[in-house]
């Protein structure tokens, strides 16, 4: 006759299993957020924003304080070079 509780022993290596997972994963992206919480919903003015942050002080959620942006501000574009049309 089997024991009723034999199941909780796979159960609780299973559910372990779960948020040993769940909590790298959220420890991972604090970490690559600069140790600040994950970003949702993000919009196009925020993602500009970001990448304007990143481009300035190399971080997507650094930002800087100085009044005069950097001198590589300046030559450092988000355009991206298009293939020029042969007519």
Do not use: C
């Not at 690559?32 to 993000?42: C, V």
């Not at 930002?63 to 298009?82: C, G, M, R, V």
């Amino acid at each position: 006759m089997p024991v009723p509780f034999e199941s909780l022993l796979p159960f609780a290596i299973i559910s372990g299993m779960f948020a040993i997972t769940a909590t790298g994963l959220n420890v991972t992206r604090y970490f690559s957020n600069d140790r600040k919480p994950t970003r949702y919903g993000l919009d196009t003015w925020e993602k500009q924003m970001m990448e304007r942050d990143r481009r300035l002080t190399g971080s997507l959620r650094g930002q800087s304080d100085q009044p005069i942006a950097p001198l590589a501000f300046s030559t450092n574009s988000i355009w991206y070079l298009e293939k020029k049309r042969s007519h």
